[in-house]
């Protein structure tokens, strides 16, 4: 019972986070992803069996990259500074030069899968929220409501009916009841809350909670297999009863890349 308390307290200050962030403006919504690429970075490094200590090269061309990012969306940077972008890579295998005794592939492999598992995903949430705060106020604080529901509903429904193992290779507790009681929950929400999404097709709006839904799981699944192959229980311990960011972050760092796509090809 006390587990469960310093859980569901912990996970409320974790929304109320991201709800104030989006309610007050995108300068807020910013240090908060920020923030969230700056943990789950330093997370992602302890997936490396090799891991001895924190690697500064790393963590500074991925904040470099997210506030570069931010600043050539809100026009106060010129695009043509993305193309910085491009040294990341030219920056991180000069930095191996310098060290010896190393799997060179793997440990440049690692880092650069650190810039495509985490920081992407959230550049491309935080230039999302930028985008469509005009016209569609409330869409990122939706699609993060449809991401938490398919959790708790996934959670509770494995608990009460789950049998039948999804994934048991990368992780045991996820159940096929689990996964369709968490998605039947979120289509019943997205047709819930379409009045308040700002989009004129019904259709479209359902098909973006079953995309979700679906996303949500392997976004799940490969933080466990990270996880898995590092001998790891948790990402870290930076949040009471849950375990690290990235274990609170797993499924929005594949939802919101699809997400931003889907926008783009569909609306």
Not at 106 to 116: H, I, M, N, Q, T
Request: charged share 15%; net charge neutral.
């Amino acid at each position: 019972m006390k587990n469960l308390l310093v859980r569901s307290l912990s996970g409320a200050v974790y929304v109320a986070l991201i709800i104030s962030s989006l309610i007050l403006n995108e300068w807020f919504f910013f240090a908060v992803c920020l923030l969230f690429n700056l943990l789950a970075i330093l997370e992602f490094q302890r997936f490396n069996t090799g891991y001895k200590r924190i690697d500064f090269a790393q963590i500074v061309g991925s904040v470099v990259f997210f506030i570069l990012s931010h600043f050539i969306f809100i026009g106060i940077i010129e695009t043509k500074w993305l193309f910085l972008a491009v040294l990341i890579p030219l920056l991180t295998f000069s930095v191996a030069l310098y060290k010896k005794e190393i799997d060179l592939f793997k440990e440049l492999s690692f880092k650069l899968s650190g810039y495509l598992y985490i920081t992407l995903p959230l550049i491309l949430l935080n230039f999302l929220n930028l985008k469509l705060t005009d016209n569609y106020s409330y869409v990122v604080l939706l699609i993060f409501a449809l991401v938490w529901a398919n959790d708790t509903f996934a959670y509770l429904s494995g608990m009460l009916w789950g049998k039948h193992k999804l994934f048991e290779r990368i992780t045991p507790k996820k159940t096929w009841e689990g996964f369709i009681g968490g998605a039947l929950a979120v289509v019943i929400i997205s047709w819930a809350v379409f009045p308040y999404s700002g989009f004129d097709s019904l259709f479209f709006w359902l098909v973006l909670g079953a995309v979700i839904s679906l996303v949500s799981v392997f976004g799940d699944f490969v933080e466990s297999m990270f996880k898995r192959a590092a001998g790891l229980k948790d990402s870290g311990n930076i949040i009471p009863g849950h375990g690290g960011i990235l274990d609170r972050i797993d499924s929005i760092l594949f939802v919101f890349p699809v997400v931003f796509v889907y926008f783009e090809l569909v609306l």
